[in-house]
DNA sequence: ACCATTTCTTAACATAAATCAATTACCAAC
DNA sequence: GTTGGTAATTGATTTATGTTAAGAAATGGT
């Protein structure tokens, strides 16, 4: 179940098979079958989790009981609550699983703790967590100004096998608006495309 | 000029004086005044600014010509394109100067080639790079669904004292409203303040 | 194969916010 | 002071999106 993991630092480092193997050593995998709430605001909990296979999501619930996706974690994704799992805040998100995923956790003095095995591993970190921030910050320029047609043109160029697994009413929280809307834009997109061809 | 830097990382890791200056003693300042725009899409550098003193901001200007703020940096933060400054790549964004501002030109791999001076810099940039993302998907569950009041009560809750440094249309930007909506939101909420008092 | 549940679509209507346009307030420079 | 330019306010109007409600389509469990 490991193998997935060590699969994924070599890709990205130079790394013999002994080093990702000892790296990876204390590390436990865990399944979530679909449907499955993983974490509820308030919980405390230290793990953050890297996706094998399947799908999960992170979101809150509002006032009006009305929920907005915060992220989706797909294979070779990481997710977790950062209050919780770095911060020891209690969290603000739920995280559960959209298909029955396999994941690793990762405690979170995980990079720190495999420093010595593995020299490069916090400079790759720092380099995934800017890379996050890049992609938060598209999402945010997103937010402040896009129409919901240009969020979804978006959102189906950036990540189009998400379009197919997500159900819709998901992809319209994630876009902030409501799946009625989307439901519309789509409709929409389709004539334009059938007046085009 | 670097004094202010070093007491910024002195204040949050266990570091004697002569750490602080060997550590930044390669690093320069750099002023840009009132206005300066430092950073235009297209550019590469792989520069990121810690202010010492001022405001900047990073910003978009869409299609229509209109802007999106992505980021206000007043002191002890820290503005960055990460396209460029990380990932080589030509930016997205602007970068300009709301007040006159002193920054510390930090380059991309400082953090890396100070950590023999300073082991635990690594683990402090990471716990930084968590706290922006945390902070991030908060501002993007408020875009997900909230009001135009519910984001300005949020944003002054937060940055009070940006509330005050900041032009209103600025602040409308950064909350994705217009500024003829959030002088019509501030009004409002003036007139229930009256009504309750 | 069937029924129950969830998801998606469609339409009529309501509303928050954008747009357009004009006025006023606020400055910095001269 | 006067001027010119930017910022903020206000009002009238439009528009995109939300809301409500209903029915159709798809999905999943037994």
Redesign the interface.
């Known amino acids: 179940m490991l193998e997935h993991f060590q699969l994924y630092l070599k890709s990205r480092l130079q790394l013999t098979d002994e080093q990702a193997v000892e790296a990876t050593s204390c590390l436990h995998t865990k399944v979530f079958k679909k449907g499955q709430v993983i974490l509820s605001p308030g919980d405390l909990r230290s793990d953050n989790y890297f996706i094998n296979s399947g799908l999960l999501r992170s979101f809150?619930i509002?006032e009006k009981g009305?929920e907005?996706?915060?992220?989706f974690a797909p294979e070779n994704w990481v997710i977790s609550d950062?209050?919780s799992s770095?911060?020891n805040e209690p969290s603000?998100l739920f995280i559960d699983a959209i298909e029955q995923t396999e994941v690793v956790i990762v405690p979170k003095d995980f990079?720190?703790a495999i420093k010595h095995i593995v020299p490069q591993i916090?400079?790759l970190?720092?380099?995934m967590?800017?890379?996050?921030?890049?992609f938060?910050?598209?999402?945010?320029?997103m937010?402040?100004?896009a129409t919901a047609e240009e969020r979804y043109l978006d959102f189906i160029k950036l990540y189009p096998n998400l379009t197919l697994r997500v159900p819709q009413w998901m992809i319209a929280?994630y876009l902030?608006v409501t799946p009625e809307s989307l439901s519309r834009v789509r409709k929409d997109l389709a004539h334009k495309h059938f007046k085009k061809a």
């Open positions: 809150t509002d009305k907005h996706i915060i992220q950062r209050d770095i911060f603000q990079f720190s916090l400079e970190n720092i380099l967590l800017h890379n996050s921030i890049r938060m910050q598209k999402r945010i320029n937010l402040l100004g929280s902030g």
